[in-house]
């Protein structure tokens, strides 16, 4: 069944690359297959009340360079269970997912493409279950989704991250300073590894290692010893100390009573540097330019690839699976076989490895 | 009478563009005037306690490019009233200019490069009333000292936190949510402003124009009315609210106790105004790498003409004067014109005009 | 008299900050002055042939960040000589200036904002003297428009050839080659100054001093002998031989026959050098990306200050001016000082001086 | 056998990420094994003649920012068919394989690592058949090597040749231009094909696919039909016309007499183009700028990676072996199996079916 009108939509926390997997899913519909190309507003909440714009070749034209979606997301509404405020102001769930399937129907579509991370392709599966044809596209930035080498916006995140390691580098280094960069992962430290390791960090924590903060301090003090009056720390948000709790920036985790609000592990772990040893301590929190912005080289030709991919197996009739990057290859893997799986940093990966080798303290041992 | 040895140091907090300064003292004291020149350590400490490095065409060789400053800098050591820890653990302080000055002589030097703020500049005046050929060359990252109309390190720090908003701005749009960006300027507001024209901030909040928080929650409502469910927040550090204290990263101000000390202003606006609008809100404090890393072209030049244009100065015997560049000229200061004088924005400035003419909310009214 | 509809157009070569004044002009009549807004399309074409495009704070919101001009612009329609072919192919001349000046008085303009440069602004003045209420906003990206410290875009271009440098400086230094870098500017060498400057060229090679071989060629073999075998030459397009002429890639001056049209002036080096200097040369032509992608925050400011500053010259009546930097301020110059006038780089000009001083040849004398 | 001297050497054209690989190396072998580690300057030249430097954690501390390679590399020096001048200033060629045996064997070494390209690397098969203990570390910066998904540097030359694109994109739909980008690859076309497909090429033209310049031109003029007068176009520089020849930049191939010398493929491009179109057609060559400078974070992970990961295989005894990605791991591929194999673009390979299905016109067909 030759395609005529394919669906797109992009849900979850934004990611470098989105709009180039529009673009590459529009331009490959339209100049490959003929079809038309219907983008649903703000991930599945588009497909329930029917919020669509048309896409084409012409408003899709310069949309590569740009980060964010054009499409706009969200990482709320799941039409399973949509929640909402009833005339009495409290929260009631109810299940849209009719009328998902009714809009889906009405818009006489042939195929949703869904551009998500684990959440939204579990949704995406389900709709599937229900009838809808769908082909999934991997998103998220951290990196943990099962079943693909890398997920577009990754590599973008790094880079950012690693350019600002650069900065600091030389900064530190003038003034004999202790620097923490804290950037994103809240459960998998890829982004914290790779741009600790691309930017000469001397210590990096993430979320899978718990640290000991007597390691950290050993470890600037031996710098200290050694000539080097200075240490950079990366510090992956979701990062915490050994029977300690994780503190992150505006969640219901550490949302208590009035200042304790402020800030996140990269100021407790200053804190806590500052009182054991006298040097100044100063962090650095990259929050969202991580996500935001231009996306690298490597994130546009992957998202362009997914995109097409994902086109050309709708038109094979390969529907229930997602687009995967299996270096060289994109392949097709079944969205039943994600469910439930993070895909975080084994203890014993060959990155950990390499960062130990050279050097770096993990917050695991005398290094 | 020809310059046959000079001396150079950096002092101050770091900066881009201190190398292109060195690099440019070194060869042109070598190329044009057959001088030696020796690199000071760490401020005024080098001075002091007499350690050096000579600087050589070789060594200054691949610095143009290098942020911080390979002579190390501090921004604690006044030789007129040095710190030190006596025997019984208690602070002295003792003036130990003599020995600086002991040390001025012993290295025979025809004259010091004293590269700094406010505060070096003014230890580097009072050598000179001691006797002491000097002159200066400003720093100042907050480009608030007067008598130049840009110092090197600004346009960095400006470019560094536009391209962090360039990458909120996506972001933010796609998600619907405020974002933050706490950049440096505990005084002067200069960088927050230029990065936030540049970035196409919503909402500046400066040091010199305390915020009226309802001004500041009433923009993003208005925006939000409009259709544009996000706000981009710029904030400089030193920004506090209208009768509010100022809240800063790791300063004596606001060190209280435990948890208290986590985060700025940054995380206190956040904090505010997720009370006031039902939004998701999120800070990114850029701290340290506005400092550090490869200085802009601008910068470059900047530092380099300056270098040049202090040793031209010193070869013609101008002592007692800072170089300065009153466009499109370096010029001379004298050194004694400075002190005590910082450079803030005026509450009319034309850049406050251009930031209120096309929209930018200031904290200090409805627009 | 109120500004209640005001036009803008963008004449010549294209230049990183034209859509940051677009913006300013757009956003401040429309915010400080409730007046409409109406761009004319590609340059005097629109003016002439009444093609327009409404603008509003919706349709320039995202432009900041954007190289290249929404409007678009064209260097050749002159409506005071139109170049057309006739019924026989022939080009004919004619004068549609009255046609530009009915589509003014028809779409009921009370101002014309021009951004252009040297000719486009000459064409503004023209029109004022016919009656038409002009604002100019000087654009070169060449920086060698009288009156003004600097125009937006030459920063960028700096930039641009700046980062190329320092990739260059890596590889010549890892490899003993001489690599040249060929950047814009015809008639005026500040971009291949500036950026040769801030990149540690060791030879800069500029249109207003006619470069003597021998003077470079010693320069090299000076370094290889000093253990340097490798040297970065940075050459502005329109630089010449002394008695030689200029070769610039597409131009009149050297469509030749066949062959010999390829390359300008950095491969007609590269072949001089290597007849004299056993060394592998490798050319760099930077081309139109010194021209396009986004401004650096520098001219994002300067674009957004004198799109302000034009408006509210409009609103009190000053017609017939440009804006200018004279730093720190915006300023207002009558427009018919500018008249034939080209800022080209003094052969005594401190820059000049900062150069020389820190042992960059010129090609006119041994260094 | 522990490690107690090892030997590092870096081979053929540099490459972006060298750096990244000598500091890995090093600090690896020192932390880890205790060993001492020699680097022989400039490839294989610093084996034969015995010219060394020792390496710390110290001297290659800051270098993992560095384009380029500290140990100097040459692509000349063959030392079983090395090439010299003798008295009568003939080229005679010698076998100095025993003397750079010799050397290994003074310096008392245990393994040469060797850093290099398919000719660097069939070298160090050639020493390992004659008893000296070598593993192998990839580098190419056209990614043309097989055994390896990706090699260090390749990442870093397609973000700068897609920077440039972003740059030409605006300048060239602002002025209704052919704005041509001429990249690096003689013989394999992944740069131009990565970088093409990133920066949102019209045409891409590699050197595994003759273009037919009809093609090319008749895509352009249904650019301009379809309302878009400006077309990209990525060239690899050893791109070239069906039935035509190669022509590059300053190789053996196309040095004629005099002019002609000037330019390569994208000038003549250009020239073809002019004739048949009206349109200004520009051209730009990146040059040597795609080796240098500072290494994406991609290249410095993949660098460290490979690093590491040849430490500890020689520390195991691996002999004979290259270290190689296979994503996501590092293996190890046998000397042997590397020989006279260049991995070029299939023609039937996904990237090309991404860009052709995205509408990139490939020169050999109607698209």
Request: aromatic share 6%; hydrophobic share 40%; net charge neutral.
């Given at each position: 069944m030759p395609l005529k009108r394919v669906g797109i939509l992009t849900g979850g926390g934004d990611c470098s690359g989105l709009n180039a997997v529009i673009r590459a899913v529009t331009r490959t519909?339209?100049?490959?297959?003929k079809a038309k190309v219907i983008g649903l507003e703000n991930g599945f909440d588009g497909l329930v009340f029917g919020r669509t714009m048309g896409l084409t070749t012409r408003n899709t034209r310069d949309i590569l360079t740009l980060g964010g979606t054009i499409l706009g997301t969200t990482n709320k509404g799941n039409p399973f269970a949509y929640r909402e405020f009833n005339d009495q102001g409290e929260i009631v769930v109810r299940d849209?997912?009719?009328?998902?399937m009714k809009?889906?129907?009405?818009?006489?579509?042939?195929c949703l493409f869904v551009v998500g991370g684990e959440g939204t392709l579990e949704l995406a599966h389900k709709f599937q279950l229900m009838g809808m044809p769908v082909v999934g596209?991997?998103?998220t930035i951290d990196n943990d989704l099962f079943g693909t080498d890398y997920t577009f916006g990754f590599q973008t995140a790094v880079q950012v991250a690693c350019d600002a390691m650069d900065r600091l580098q030389t900064t530190g280094r003038s003034h004999d300073r202790v620097m923490i960069l804290e950037v994103m992962g809240r459960y998998a430290g890829w982004i914290a590894l790779e741009a600790g390791l691309a930017g000469g960090?001397?210590?990096?924590?993430?979320p899978e290692i718990p640290y000991n903060l007597d390691y950290v301090v050993t470890k600037i003090q031996h710098r200290i010893r050694g000539g080097s009056p200075f240490s950079i720390i990366m510090v992956a948000e979701g990062a915490c100390e050994q029977g300690g709790q994780r503190i992150s920036q505006g969640t219901a985790d550490n949302r208590l009573q009035g200042v304790e609000q402020l800030g996140g592990i990269g100021f407790h772990l200053a804190a806590q540097i500052r009182e054991r040893i006298p040097l100044e301590v100063r962090t650095t929190v990259l929050g969202h330019i991580q996500r935001g912005g231009s996306p690298t080289s490597f994130d546009r030709v992957l998202g362009t690839r997914l995109g097409v991919a994902a086109v050309d197996a709708a038109a094979r009739g390969e529907f229930g699976t997602m687009v995967a990057l299996k270096t060289p290859d994109?392949?097709?893997v079944p969205l039943g076989e994600l469910a439930g799986l993070c895909r975080t940093v084994p203890v014993d990966h060959q990155l950990l490895r390499a960062a130990e080798a050279t050097g770096v303290n993990l917050g695991r041992g005398a290094m």
């Amino acid at each position: 069944m030759p395609l005529k009108r394919v669906g797109i939509l992009t849900g979850g926390g934004d990611c470098s690359g989105l709009n180039a997997v529009i673009r590459a899913v529009t331009r490959t519909a339209i100049i490959q297959y003929k079809a038309k190309v219907i983008g649903l507003e703000n991930g599945f909440d588009g497909l329930v009340f029917g919020r669509t714009m048309g896409l084409t070749t012409r408003n899709t034209r310069d949309i590569l360079t740009l980060g964010g979606t054009i499409l706009g997301t969200t990482n709320k509404g799941n039409p399973f269970a949509y929640r909402e405020f009833n005339d009495q102001g409290e929260i009631v769930v109810r299940d849209l997912s009719d009328q998902a399937m009714k809009t889906f129907r009405d818009l006489e579509l042939d195929c949703l493409f869904v551009v998500g991370g684990e959440g939204t392709l579990e949704l995406a599966h389900k709709f599937q279950l229900m009838g809808m044809p769908v082909v999934g596209i991997p998103k998220t930035i951290d990196n943990d989704l099962f079943g693909t080498d890398y997920t577009f916006g990754f590599q973008t995140a790094v880079q950012v991250a690693c350019d600002a390691m650069d900065r600091l580098q030389t900064t530190g280094r003038s003034h004999d300073r202790v620097m923490i960069l804290e950037v994103m992962g809240r459960y998998a430290g890829w982004i914290a590894l790779e741009a600790g390791l691309a930017g000469g960090a001397h210590i990096i924590l993430i979320p899978e290692i718990p640290y000991n903060l007597d390691y950290v301090v050993t470890k600037i003090q031996h710098r200290i010893r050694g000539g080097s009056p200075f240490s950079i720390i990366m510090v992956a948000e979701g990062a915490c100390e050994q029977g300690g709790q994780r503190i992150s920036q505006g969640t219901a985790d550490n949302r208590l009573q009035g200042v304790e609000q402020l800030g996140g592990i990269g100021f407790h772990l200053a804190a806590q540097i500052r009182e054991r040893i006298p040097l100044e301590v100063r962090t650095t929190v990259l929050g969202h330019i991580q996500r935001g912005g231009s996306p690298t080289s490597f994130d546009r030709v992957l998202g362009t690839r997914l995109g097409v991919a994902a086109v050309d197996a709708a038109a094979r009739g390969e529907f229930g699976t997602m687009v995967a990057l299996k270096t060289p290859d994109i392949i097709l893997v079944p969205l039943g076989e994600l469910a439930g799986l993070c895909r975080t940093v084994p203890v014993d990966h060959q990155l950990l490895r390499a960062a130990e080798a050279t050097g770096v303290n993990l917050g695991r041992g005398a290094m």
